[in-house]
T-cell receptor
Framework: GAGVSQSPSNKVTEKGKDVELRCDPISGHTALYWYRQSLGQGLEFLIYFQGNSAPDKSGLPSDRFSAERTGGSVSTLTIQRTQQEDSAVYLC??????????????FGEGSWLTVV | GNSVTQMEGPVTLSEEAFLTINCTYTATGYPSLFWYVQYPGEGLQLLLKATKADDKGSNKGFEATYRKETTSFHLEKGSVQVSDSAVYFCALSSYYGNNRLAFGKGNQVVVIP
């Protein structure tokens, strides 16, 4: 597609439920990133994929968070047993080349998660 | 590790005023530096970037120069417009960090007519 696409754009869920957030990166982009944006915390890195593997998961805040990527394309971020502190905007981003730090990373519009 | 520090607090200024947002960084190796902008209700967009020392990034009247000696990448615009009201994030990436972006906390800029 033309840009990074995320769904759902908004999700309200009850505490304790599981949620899945989807990201469709720009076609051909091999690198994919998940970030979280919340008030007071700014933009936090969660996980990085190169192809289907995740060499850097260091930002996942707990074992309730997991992510996968299939076919070198679509990625799903799953949050199990959601808590109120998980409420945030979850941003997906992609980039077209590994090993070049000057590459532009393109962001989707985010999935706004509210846990009630 | 890699980190970015932006000046504290929102910035409020009048139309046609000069804007400066300070950004300093700490990084391993030779990072690339970026400014991203988030307009109200929209996603993050790249505003400009610089990939090596002394490079100047520019776009939409904004400029920032990569200063290795002061580890800074301050954003400037000579004459702001109401449409420049947004949140501005300074960021860096480096090969040693899997090229992931490390962001500053962002500055909200409000331009008053």
């Amino acid at each position: 597609g033309a840009g990074v696409s995320q769904s759902p754009s908004n999700k309200v869920t009850e505490k304790g439920k599981d949620v899945e957030l989807r990201c469709d990166p720009i076609s051909g982009h091999t690198a994919l990133y998940w970030y979280r944006q919340s008030l007071g915390q700014g933009l936090e890195f969660l996980i990085y994929f190169q192809g289907n593997s995740a060499p850097d998961k260091s930002g996942l805040p707990s074992d309730r968070f997991s992510a996968e990527r299939t076919g070198g394309s679509v990625s799903t971020l799953t949050i199990q047993r959601t808590q109120q502190e998980d409420s945030a905007v979850y941003l997906c981003a992609s980039s077209n080349r590994q090993g070049a730090s000057g590459n532009t990373i393109y962001f989707g519009e985010g999935s706004w998660l509210t846990v009630v | 590790g890699n980190s970015v520090t932006q000046m504290e607090g929102p910035v409020t200024l009048s139309e046609e005023a000069f804007l400066t947002i300070n950004c300093t960084y700490t990084a391993t190796g030779y990072p690339s530096l970026f400014w991203y902008v988030q307009y109200p209700g929209e996603g993050l967009q790249l505003l400009l970037k610089a990939t090596k020392a002394d490079d100047k990034g520019s776009n939409k009247g904004f400029e920032a120069t990569y200063r290795k000696e002061t580890t800074s990448f301050h954003l400037e615009k000579g004459s702001v417009q109401v449409s420049d009201s947004a949140v501005y994030f300074c960021a860096l990436s480096s090969y040693y960090g899997n090229n992931r972006l490390a962001f500053g906390k962002g500055n909200q800029v409000v331009v008053i007519p």
